[in-house]
Nanobody
């Protein structure tokens, strides 16, 4: 089982960019589907983006599509979330997650398919 550590969060003005990283321990990282989720204050945690084990398949929430890009580097055991054109409503704690399932359809959007989670990194977008 992998362990996950997120980094790269911070404070940014609206319209700015941030890149989140999620470093995984363990030699089986390349077998996992990886996802990013976020939780804003007073709201439930929600899906942001997912990427298949080889990086060929991606999925995005409608609210971030066209602004965020998920990618992975299996040689570095790391998954990234490039966030551009940030909005105040993107403010949240961002979590990466790993799951042993094939990313097809909307499977990556369900938190129940992920069995390992990071501790989260705070992203704050000021207006």
């Amino acid at each position: 089982q992998v362990q996950l550590v997120e980094s790269g969060g911070g404070l940014v003005q609206a319209g700015g960019s941030l890149r989140l990283s999620c470093a995984a321990s363990g030699r089986t990282f390349s077998t996992y589907t990886m996802g990013w989720f976020r939780q804003a204050p007073g709201k439930e945690r929600e899906f942001v983006a997912g990427v298949s084990w080889a990086g060929r398949v991606t999925d995005y929430a409608a609210s971030v599509k066209g602004r965020f890009t998920i990618s992975r580097d299996n040689a570095k055991n790391t998954v990234y979330l490039q966030m551009n054109s940030l909005k105040p409503e993107d403010t949240a704690v961002y979590y990466c997650a790993a799951g042993l399932f094939r990313l097809t359809g909307v499977l990556g959007r369900s938190q129940r398919n992920y069995n390992t989670w990071g501790q989260g990194t705070q992203v704050t977008v000021s207006s």
